[in-house]
């Protein structure tokens, strides 16, 4: 599995931006999808994610209400709509896929298996 992020920019407090992530391979179908971020001089951490038939979403306390995750099947894409974005949501943000066993397992890096080279999101104040 392929996946490539894109969407990222420079935006202002209280804005929105959308990322996308494609996936390619026939896989991508009966995977979950999360999206990580990381902060100059922080660790990697979750943010949301959706499972394979998209019945149901994780999202971190930090950005819940604010971010929505999505999947379309028919373009391999899954989306990240986030909303009244803040500066301490500046970071690359990266798109993994992956099986999860678990919905513990959603929220760690361990549960998933590809990843992106992230898109780099700056929130200015």
């Known amino acids: 599995v392929h996946v490539v992020e894109s969407g990222g920019a420079l935006v202002q407090a209280g804005g929105s931006l959308r990322l996308t992530c494609t996936a390619s391979g026939r896989s991508f179908s009966t995977s979950g999808v999360g999206w990580f971020r990381q902060a100059p001089g922080k660790k990697r951490e979750f943010v949301a994610a959706v499972n394979w038939n998209r019945d149901t979403t994780f999202y971190s306390d930090s950005v819940k209400g604010r971010f929505t995750v999505s999947r379309e099947y028919d373009q391999n894409t899954v989306s990240l709509q986030m909303k009244s974005l803040e500066p301490e949501d500046t970071a690359v943000y990266y798109c993994?896929?992956?099986?999860?066993?678990?919905?513990?397992?959603?929220?760690?890096?361990?549960?998933?298996?590809?990843w992106g080279q992230g898109t780099q999101v700056t929130v200015s104040s």
């Open positions: 993994a896929v992956g099986r999860p066993e678990s919905s513990a397992d959603y929220y760690l890096q361990r549960g998933y298996e590809y």
